[in-house]
């Protein structure tokens, strides 16, 4: 009856360890980084052991927790690998810590059909992966094929990626609305890929060629419009091969508009998803201005203008990143890095962050205020008043009531 009695107890702390989370396969073949269209795995009958059959792996992947960036669980090194058969003990990256390797599916060049893959969560932070079968085919007898792929084409799904065809001898590609940032991928993969050519870090201009950067070490920077805020409906581009290796990209026709989207904050402190937490609101009477209210803010994050569609980060002072501070202006620049905070531990409360773009000129300048004479500075018409109802921090300012991150309520 005792070791009846410890059994039961060890799946129910098994159960307790996974109740309500789901793990979902990304990276990997067709489905690419999308959180959205990832695959979950499915609980078996013994508690804290998952499978997922996959009809066609290939590339590279990690472990999603909850369809979240992090925690989530990856390689423990870079460029390790798992075989048919194998089991590996991955790396679990928490909330806040840097990110882990992607792990390496199978052989080099290869695929696998109908893959099985097995996850057992030993703990919240202690997984293993085993790829439990398939049947393997060789990738590099396929004929190649071109693709582009960015937040347009189902949220960086390669599935949906547009793909290139020959048209009078020339490989062309129509895609209904341009915009955003993108790349270009062979074979629906993610082992060769080309994006913002590395010398220039220039965008795509209406019928410029446009020598692309190739894949090294490691991935070239999403390639965005010369104008990261315009979108083309009915694009069309052509890919060219070169003699010497290098693709050229041309934008060769398309209607051009203002791309429509939401301001976005992501971060350390406030998350990095795109939701309503981090999102800015307009400014009433202010020309492309916008605003959130955080009741605490502190750590890096990014300037986002859509699902990830442009991003902007730290500038730079030289070969030195420029770090932020609270009342003191920012200057943010397209495709950087992290912005990192002056401060490294510092935690602000009452924050106002404001956020004023030029779009003619792709310019966006962001500072965050605290209250006190600094803020008085920053002509914002009315401070924030707080008050608890119903437990919950509510922030009221200029009439509009707010939570505790900043959403409108």
Known sequence: MKKFYAFFLALAAAAAINAQTTYSLIGHSLIGWSLENSEAFVETATPGTYELTVADLFGECKISVDRGWEPMFGAVNSGDSIMVGDTYTLNYRAVGEPDVPNLKIGKPGFGYKNAVLRLVIIAPDSATLTFVSGTEYDRTALPDTYQIVGGFTNNWSTADAVQFEEVNGVLTATVENLNGSFKIIKNRGWDEQWATNWDTNAGLEMNVPYVLGAKTTSDPANLTLSNPFATYDNAVLTLVPQDNGDMVLTLVSGTFKK???????????????????????????????????????SGDFKVVYGNWAVEFGTSMNGETPNLWNVNEEYTCQIKGSNINPAVADAVYTDCTITLVVDYENVSVKLLIATEGSALENTQVTEKAIKVIENGQLIIIKNGVRYNALGAVL
């Open 259 to 297: 791309m429509e989207a939401n301001w976005y904050l992501p971060g350390t402190k406030l998350g990095w998803n795109c939701t309503e937490a981090q999102q800015f609101a307009p400014v009433e009477g202010k020309t492309d201005t916008y605003e959130l209210l955080a009741a605490e803010f």
